[in-house]
Every structure is written in structure tokens, then in C-alpha cells.
């Protein structure tokens, strides 16, 4: 999962977040079927809310309006400072409008001073990996700080305060190790493309992923927007207008712009197991510490398509795991298996996907049918789930799926990282 970085339009993220999590029911926490997360920016804050926090996304975004509100609260301009550009002039003189040692304080009280992003140990998620994507100040290229890399006594509140310091806003961050970091929408505000590079490393024998969701802070509606046809106007074609709008719409600045970019580097085979979360905005995209748009943002109706939903509840909860090698048998290899719930409370899982899918049933993608999703081999008292299954392949090399079907519906479960 990626996060977009977008300041005080986090609170959209989070909203799309909390809504995912009402659709997939109380069951479900997104931290336990996630395997890796990448935040740019408030994205990396609310990441380490979620998953070093263990919270609710539900709880995440009641939170949100009053860290942002401390944050952004003192200003660090004068008595001028009133009037838009004296303001953002005064920010890039001073390198930064804000208190950075104040928001490094709040950032210590919310997180923990005990939480290391570099130790296994201080994750909430069973198999979460995180990584914190903040820029070098000397080209602004992407420098990743995540917590597979090695063991160390870095905090995470240091790691996140080096991905939030937008020029201009807050000073840059000197990282032990690393040197001068600052905010990792320098160069690109959406980080599709470095979690899926980072996900090849990790993964090294995965020939692809079960399932990407990017969630993205907002964006301007289309109807909203200026065309692109010259007005005729000599002001706004003019040069520095010009430089003025690339700027403001690109991948810097811009995290739809960048998700869309990111996807002209993405096999055809893989770009049906990506999804993105994003949301409208009914008015000029809020600027990063415009406080008096929270209430706007706070109030709005959040939308999740039911097909984020269906995937993330077969995709991400069932995979298929072999109990045996396979056996040779009349040009064939037997394969016997089964398949299991990764979940806490697999039984309210099997239920919701019974509910959401009747008569549902897996079937290998060669279309041989498995059996029907209800009857299971597992513990119906203590609510472990296990489906035996069996079937055949034509050698050690094929590649197979399996999916959970009905007459409306087909959805792969996972077999992330190791292909079947």
C-alpha cells in the first residue's frame, strides 16, 4: 500500500481508509493483511499511526484535525504576515514557516519515544513492512528509511519528521547516517513506483503482487480546473505563470499526476491488481497547512468501490499454501494443499465472503473446481479455517492460480510472495 504525501489533506486518506475498513467489516484490520507499506509525507505519519500505533483508521482520522492544528499552529512570521505571498516568501527566507523543534516534540508524544522504525520488535502488524520515503536535500532523489533494513535505535518520530519537512515549511532533518533529509514529495508525491521497487528486493522470487491499493490525499475536480487551450491572456502565458502551473500539476506537488505516471512503468499483466483510492474535492485543492479547510474535509461523503473491497476480502485474507511435494502421476504432478485464512477471526471472514459472493467456490484458474468455500476442514470451536484441496498440473514450472468464484463474480486469493 502507498500513501501520498498532501499535509493537512491526510485527513482524505484517512477517511478513505476508515471507510475501506467499514466495508470489509470489524473482522478485518488493514495492518494484518498488509505487507507493505510506503508513505510520502503526512502518508509516512499516518502509516506509523496505523501500524506502530495499532489504531483504527476510524480512530486515525478522529485524531487528525487536532495534531494537524498543533502542528500548524504557530507560525513563524511577521506581523505582515497576513497577506499569501509575504507569507510564503517569509517561509522560504526563514526555510520553514513552521517550528520544526515543536512539531518534532508533538511527533515524539504521538509515536512514542520507545518506537524504533528499525526494530521488528516495536511493529504492531504480524508481517508489516514499512518504509518512510523522505528526499536528499542535495538532488532531491528518494532516500527510503525502512524497518527491514537492518537493526538500530533510530526513532521512528525522526524518520517521519525527515519526510514532512516541505521546503518552505519546516527546516530539513539531519539524520544520523544519512545527513540532511527533507519531505519525499520533492520529487515525486506519490510512492507506487518505490513500493514496487522495494517490493522486488524484498521479494526477490515473487514474480508479481496479489494486490496494490496507492491512497491518495484529494484532488481538484476536473470541472474545476482551467483548460488547457491559451486564453489570450499575456499574464497567464507568460513564462513565469507558465513555470507556476507545470509546477503546481506536476508528480511534485500533484500525487494523482504522479499515480499516473507510475503506471507507464507497470506490466499490462499486473495493472488489474492495482487500485486507487482517491477522492474529489469540491474546491481548490486546500493548501498543505490551510487549517480552515479540516471541517470542509472532515465532512466530506468518502467513496470506496465494492471491487476494492472484494479483493482486499479474498485477496488479501486466503492464500494457498502446499502440504506435501507434488507427486508424479500419469504425466502429471499431483498437488495437495490447502488453503487458509490469514486473519484473526477467519470464521467472520468465510462468513462475510459467504454473504457477499452465494455459492462461491475456488477454482484453479484451468477452471477445475476445488469445492465450495463453506466446506472446510479446519475447527469451527476455536474458529481456525483450512480447506484441503487437490489437483493436477503439467509440470514443476507451471504457474497456476486459484480463485474464488461464482456466476457474477472471480477474484484470485493470494499466492504473494511465492507463486503457485
Not at 45 to 61: G, Q, R, Y
Not at 83 to 110: N, P, T
Not at 326 to 350: D, F, K, W
Amino acid at each position: 500500500m502507498s500513501l501520498d504525501g498532501g499535509g493537512i489533506r491526510g485527513i482524505i486518506q484517512l477517511g478513505l481508509l476508515k471507510t475501506l475498513e467499514k466495508k470489509l467489516g470489524p473482522a478485518i484490520s488493514l495492518i494484518y493483511i498488509i505487507d507493505l507499506w510506503a508513505g510520502i509525507s503526512v502518508g509516512a505519519l499516518n502509516e506509523m499511526d496505523l501500524v506502530l500505533n495499532n489504531l483504527s483508521a476510524d480512530k486515525c482520522f478522529e485524531k487528525f484535525t487536532e495534531f494537524a492544528k498543533k502542528v500548524f499552529e504557530f507560525e513563524k512570521t511577521p506581523i505582515y504576515g497576513n497577506f499569501k505571498w509575504v507569507r510564503i516568501l517569509s517561509g522560504i527566507l526563514k526555510d520553514g514557516k513552521y517550528d520544526a523543534e515543536g512539531l518534532e516534540e508533538i511527533l515524539k508524544h504521538g509515536l512514542s519515544l520507545y518506537r524504533r522504525i528499525f526494530d521488528f520488535g516495536t511493529t504492531s502488524g504480524i508481517s508489516s513492512r514499512i518504509c518512510i520515503i523522505a528526499s536528499w536535500v542535495s538532488d532531491g532523489k528518494a532516500c527510503v528509511l525502512a524497518n527491514y533494513r537492518g537493526i538500530g535505535i533510530r526513532p521512528a518520530e525522526s524518520a517521519v519528521r525527515c519526510s514532512v519537512a516541505a521546503p518552505g515549511f519546516f527546516k530539513t532533518k539531519d539524520l544520523s547516517g544519512f545527513g540532511p533529509l527533507q519531505d519525499g514529495g520533492v520529487r515525486a508525491n506519490n510512492s507506487m513506483s518505490i513500493a514496487l521497487r522495494e517490493s522486488n528486493v524484498i521479494w526477490r522470487s515473487a514474480r508479481g503482487y496479489d494486490l496494490f491499493i496507492s491512497v491518495g490525499t484529494g484532488f481538484t475536480d476536473p470541472k474545476l480546473v482551467l483548460d488547457n487551450h491559451s486564453s489570450g491572456n499575456p499574464f497567464r502565458d507568460a513564462a513565469v505563470s507558465r513555470l507556476f502551473r507545470v509546477t503546481m500539476f506536476s508528480p511534485t506537488m500533484d500525487g494523482e499526476q504522479a499515480f499516473q505516471e507510475a503506471l507507464n512503468y507497470v506490466p499490462d499483466n499486473m495493472m488489474g491488481s492495482i487500485f486507487r483510492l482517491n477522492q474529489a474535492v469540491d474546491c481548490p485543492l486546500p493548501r498543505l497547512d490551510e487549517l480552515e479547510k479540516l471541517e470542509v474535509l472532515r465532512g466530506m461523503t468518502y467513496n470506496v468501490p465494492d471491487d476494492l473491497a472484494s479483493a482486499v476480502l479474498v485477496t488479501g485474507c486466503f492464500f494457498f499454501e502446499l502440504d506435501e511435494f507434488p507427486t508424479p502421476q500419469n504425466g502429471s504432478y499431483h498437488c495437495q494443499g490447502s488453503i487458509l485464512c490469514r486473519t484473526q477471526h477467519p470464521r467472520s471472514i468465510v462468513s462475510r465472503v459467504i454473504e457477499g459472493f452465494p455459492g462461491g467456490s475456488y477454482q484453479t484458474s484451468r477452471g477445475y473446481n476445488l469445492g465450495l468455500l463453506g466446506e472446510d476442514n479446519g475447527c469451527r470451536e476455536c474458529g481456525y479455517y483450512r480447506k484441503k484441496v487437490s489437483f493436477f498440473v503439467k509440470s514443476l514450472e507451471e504457474v497456476i492460480s486459484i480463485k474464488i468464484a461464482n456466476s457474477a463474480f472471480r477474484r484470485t486469493i493470494g499466492g504473494f510472495p511465492v507463486s503457485m
